[in-house]
């Protein structure tokens, strides 16, 4: 056997032993030491080698190089621990500095100011005509033009979000123009507010605050606020950890932007302005003509909304494109046309008819009345026809201008009904929202 046990009289009591190795396996040990120290010795061997050949290789540089140099070379031993390299820096991110925007040049005549070929000089005109009203004390002013271009906004699978971030980026550069005033930007609610900020969810800026699509800026003078002020972060954040409560008017705001308001938080937006004051707050794209039609329905404002407030609305700055079908009695029996209500202030209304462009394609506005008052939307359409003078293309074999015994122009118009607010302007206290 090559193995034989052997234990004391306790450990062999309790059956256990301890295996002894024979001569045999002494004998094998003792070889397989004698092959590992030969193995160090040729590895120690090759080291000293390796080193003395490295040496040489430095003297012969430094000879090249013309002399020693002053430091002695580092041996192998000590090149890992004497020499040491520096980490490289991580590069700190910096905070993006806010840009100087520049003043838009002001109107050469309000009167005459084309439509704007684009949002960045829509914004550019919704300025100066702010401003300008802000010079002649109005307070309570309206904002309103397209936030998209007009073949997106009659696609019927456009997000409501997407409107909202067009909004958004709108208002953001408009407020970058009072580089020297406080602006305020204020939500509907403070979720909303939260939402865009992004203090809510997972956490971090927003991608709209790092990086805006429209405008790419991010500027000092703008802080964003909601109705009613609320606290930052989501519902389970603030009864975790203490948040930070935002305000909705601080006192250093100089001017308010409200921004996609609906027709039930315009009581919230009243009281809003009570607050502030006699500082300017700008109605932003709120669509009001829109909003007024749901007064008076259940479950939103009382017209008395209109007649006792929003009528004091001034309209510093409108776009409102608007397209029309006519029925006459020759081929081609429909004919469309197209036109726009503009106004810049301190300039009048503009009623401006599409035309085609014989020089570029297209189609260009062409001024064809001044007014001084906001004309009604069904006058707006009939000031268009008048101009095309598509009353004269109604006439019959008869000449007589009826069909079957009914005026044309009854069958084609319909019933002229303007808006309740269009009608009851005796009722409206102030007559702002028409100037």
Same mark, same amino acid.
């Given at each position: =056997?090559?193995?034989? !046990?052997?234990?004391? /009289?306790?450990?062999?009591?309790?059956?256990?032993?301890?295996?002894?190795?024979?001569?045999?396996?002494?004998?094998?040990?003792?070889?397989?030491?004698?092959?590992?120290?030969?193995?160090?010795?040729?590895?120690?061997?090759?080291?000293?080698?390796?080193?003395?050949?490295?040496?040489?290789?430095? #003297?012969?540089?430094?000879?090249?190089?013309?002399?020693?140099?002053?430091?002695?070379?580092?041996?192998?031993?000590? &090149?890992?621990?004497?020499?040491?390299?520096?980490?490289?820096?991580?590069?700190?991110?910096?905070?993006?500095?806010?840009?100087?925007?520049?003043?838009?040049? =002001?109107?050469?005549?309000?009167?005459?100011?084309?439509?704007?070929?684009?949002?960045?000089?829509?914004?550019?005109?919704?300025?100066?005509?702010?401003?300008?009203?802000?010079?002649?004390?109005?307070?309570?002013?309206?904002?309103?033009? /397209?936030?998209?271009?007009?073949?997106?906004?009659?696609?019927?699978?456009?997000?409501?979000?997407?409107?909202?971030?067009?909004?958004?980026?709108?208002?953001?550069?408009?407020?970058?123009?009072?580089?020297?005033?406080?602006?305020?930007?204020?939500?509907?609610?403070?979720?909303?507010?939260?939402?865009?900020?992004?203090?809510?969810?997972?956490?971090?800026?927003? #991608?709209?605050?790092?990086?805006?699509?429209?405008?790419?800026?991010?500027?000092?003078?703008?802080?964003?606020?909601?109705?009613?002020?609320?606290?930052?972060? *989501? !519902?389970? @954040?603030? +009864?975790?950890?203490?948040?930070?409560?935002?305000?909705?008017?601080?006192?250093?705001?100089?001017?308010?932007?409200?921004?996609?308001?609906?027709?039930? $938080?315009?009581?919230?937006?009243?009281?809003?302005?009570?607050?502030?004051?006699?500082? =300017?707050?700008?109605? !932003?794209? &709120?669509?009001?003509?829109?909003?007024?039609?749901?007064?008076?329905?259940?479950?939103?404002?009382?017209?008395?909304?209109?007649?006792? %407030?929003?009528?004091?609305?001034?309209?510093?700055?409108?776009?409102? /494109?608007?397209?029309?079908?006519?029925?006459?009695?020759?081929?081609?029996?429909?004919?469309?046309?197209?036109?726009?209500?503009?106004?810049?202030?301190?300039?009048? %209304?503009?009623?401006? +008819? $599409?035309?085609?462009?014989?020089?570029?394609?297209?189609?260009?506005?062409?001024?064809?009345? +001044?007014?001084?008052?906001?004309? #009604?939307? *069904?006058?707006?359409?009939?000031?268009?026809?008048?101009?095309?003078?598509?009353?004269?293309?109604?006439?019959?074999?008869?000449?007589?201008?009826?069909? +079957?015994?009914?005026?044309?122009?009854?069958?084609?118009?319909?019933?002229?009904?303007?808006?309740? %607010? @269009?009608?009851?302007?005796?009722?409206?206290?102030?007559? $702002? %929202?028409?100037?």
């Amino acid at each position: =056997p090559s193995y034989a !046990f052997s234990a004391t /009289p306790g450990l062999r009591a309790a059956g256990l032993a301890s295996p002894l190795p024979s001569p045999a396996a002494s004998r094998g040990a003792s070889f397989r030491r004698g092959g590992r120290a030969a193995r160090v010795s040729m590895m120690a061997e090759d080291a000293t080698e390796s080193a003395k050949k490295v040496d040489d290789a430095k #003297a012969a540089l430094e000879e090249m190089m013309g002399g020693k140099s002053a430091a002695p070379a580092a041996s192998l031993d000590t &090149l890992g621990s004497d020499v040491s390299v520096p980490a490289p820096k991580k590069k700190q991110p910096s905070k993006p500095a806010a840009a100087v925007v520049p003043k838009p040049a =002001p109107f050469a005549d309000p009167n005459k100011t084309p439509p704007p070929s684009s949002f960045a000089k829509t914004v550019e005109q919704a300025y100066l005509s702010v401003q300008a009203a802000i010079d002649d004390g109005k307070k309570l002013i309206e904002v309103e033009f /397209p936030p998209l271009p007009q073949s997106a906004l009659d696609n019927s699978a456009l997000g409501a979000d997407v409107i909202t971030d067009a909004q958004i980026s709108h208002a953001r550069q408009f407020a970058r123009y009072f580089g020297d005033k406080k602006v305020a930007i204020v939500f509907p609610d403070i979720v909303e507010r939260n939402r865009f900020m992004g203090d809510t969810s997972f956490g971090g800026k927003s #991608a709209k605050m790092k990086e805006d699509k429209l405008y790419d800026t991010v500027s000092d003078n703008v802080r964003y606020s909601a109705l009613g002020g609320g606290f930052k972060g *989501s !519902f389970i @954040e603030q +009864l975790w950890v203490k948040q930070e409560y935002i305000e909705d008017i601080q006192d250093e705001d100089d001017v308010f932007v409200i921004i996609t308001a609906s027709a039930q $938080e315009l009581p919230d937006v009243r009281k809003f302005c009570e607050t502030a004051g006699d500082r =300017p707050v700008i109605l !932003f794209n &709120l669509k009001l003509q829109t909003l007024r039609g749901d007064f008076g329905l259940p479950a939103f404002p009382g017209k008395d909304l209109q007649y006792d %407030w929003l009528g004091t609305a001034f309209p510093a700055y409108h776009v409102l /494109p608007r397209a029309y079908t006519r029925t006459i009695t020759r081929p081609p029996f429909l004919v469309n046309y197209s036109g726009c209500l503009f106004r810049t202030y301190p300039g009048k %209304w503009q009623v401006l +008819l $599409e035309v085609p462009d014989t020089d570029r394609g297209g189609g260009r506005y062409e001024q064809v009345q +001044l007014r001084d008052k906001r004309p #009604a939307l *069904s006058e707006l359409r009939e000031l268009l026809a008048d101009e095309l003078q598509l009353d004269g293309l109604d006439d019959n074999e008869a000449g007589d201008k009826k069909l +079957l015994g009914v005026d044309l122009a009854t069958l084609r118009k319909g019933v002229v009904i303007k808006t309740w %607010w @269009e009608q009851d302007i005796e009722k409206t206290k102030s007559d $702002e %929202w028409r100037s």
